[in-house]
C-alpha cells in the first residue's frame, strides 16, 4: 500500500476500511541470515538497509517488547549534522542528507522539520568556539552561520538577552537541522523493512547468544532457539547486558537522560534552541507542547526515570534562557537509557567474535544518527568492511588510546577490563 493525499480522501469517503496492518507478525524461522537484537530506530533501520542496499532480506529484528517501544520514542527529536570533530563530522552528514530524503524513500510522513537549530553562546571564549565548530562544519560540507546578537534578537525575540549571569551573545546556526517524529520514523522504517521480506519479531527477548569456535552460531528467545550466519546487537542502552550473553564487556555505561514536555502552547519557538550555560535544549512540537531536556543523570542507572535535582535544573536553565516559561505548565517527563562511551561517540565494528556486530554507544546522539547508523552498520555487516563514513568508530580505540574522539567525554568509571 502507498500512501498519497488521494488515498487518505478515498479512505476517508469510504469509511477508512482500506487501510491494512502495516506491518506482518510473523513467527520466527529456524534460521535467518542476519538475526538483529533491537528493535529501535537503529535496528530498524538497518534491516531496511540490509535490504535495500545489499539485497539480503533473509533477516530477522528481534525486540523484546513492540517496535519502537524503547529509546526511538523516548527522545525530543533532534536532527542535526553540526559536529566538530573528524569521524563524527562526516558520519552525522551522512546521516543528514539521508534524513533529507527520508521521507520520499520510504513513502511514510515522518514529520522531517528543517526549521533550524541555534547554539546560543555567551562569552568570548563560546564565541571562538562557535566560530570554529562553524568553519569546520562549513569544511566538512554542510551548512553553519554565526549570528550576531541583533540577527539572533530578530529570529528570536523571547530570548533573554540582558540576563546578568548569563548574557546571549550570538549563535551558531545551522538552517538545514531541525526535529522529525520520532515513532514515525520507527514505524516507517518498520514498514518498509518488512515490505522488502524482513521478519520483525515482537515480544522476543533474546536470552543468549550461542558462540561454538569462536563464532557466533544464533540465539536463544524467549519464543525458540534461532541459528543466525550473523548476529548484529542493536539495542541502545542495554549494549551492555546483551553483549554480556556473549561474554563480551564493552567499555559503556549506561545513565539516565530525562525529557520534559509542556502544556500546549501558541507557536512561540520557531527552531530548536540550544543554551550553552546549564545545556539546556528546546523545541517546539506540532501539537503546541515545548520538549527539552540538559544533562545526563550522571549515575549509571537502567530506570527509565530521572531525579528531581536534574529536573530542577533543567527548568532553572529553561527560566534563565526564556523567564516567560515560568508560567508554563509541565505536561510529562521520561528517561530514556543512554549507552555512553567514554569519548561522547559511538562504536560500529566487528566484536572479537566472527559473524558478531556492535553498534553502540551513542550517548546523547542515537536518533539523529539514526538513517546513517541503519545505512553504515548494513555496510559493514554485509561487507565486512567499515562504511567511509563510519571509519573511526572502532571499538579498539578505547584499548590503544589511538583514534580517540572526545566530541562529549561523559560518564564516569567505565568497564574497561
Known sequence: MRFSGWRVLKEGLTGNTGWRPQWRNPAPKAEYDVVIIGGGGHGLATAYYLAREHGITNVAVLEKGYLGGGNVGRNTTIVRANYYLPGNSEFYSHSLKLWEGLEQELNYNAMMSQRGIINLFHNDAQRDAAVRRGNAIINQGDDAELLGRDALRRLAPYLNFDNNRFPIMGGLMQRRAGTARHDAVAWGYARAADMRGVDLIQNCEVTGIDVAGGKVTGVQTTRGPIRA??????????????????????????????????????????????????????????????????????????AARGNLPMAEHTMEACVAMMPALGKARLLRSWGGIMDMTPDGSPIIDHAPIDGLYLNCGWCYGGFKATPGSGSVYAHLIATDRPHGAATRFRLDRFRSGRGLMDEEGTGAQHNLH
Not at 246 to 275: M, R, W
Open 229 to 302: 550466519k550473523k548476529v548484529a546487537l542493536a539495542a541502545a542502552g542495554r549494549s551492555g547486558q546483551v553483549a554480556a550473553l556473549a561474554g563480551l564487556t564493552l567499555p559503556i555505561e549506561s545513565h539516565v537522560l530525562q525529557a520534559f514536555v509542556s502544556e500546549g502552547l501558541k507557536p512561540i519557538v520557531d527552531h530548536v534552541i540550544t543554551f550553552a550555560e546549564g545545556h539546556l535544549y528546546i523545541s517546539q512540537s506540532d501539537k503546541g507542547g515545548l520538549v527539552f531536556g540538559s544533562y545526563l543523570d550522571f549515575y549509571a542507572s537502567y
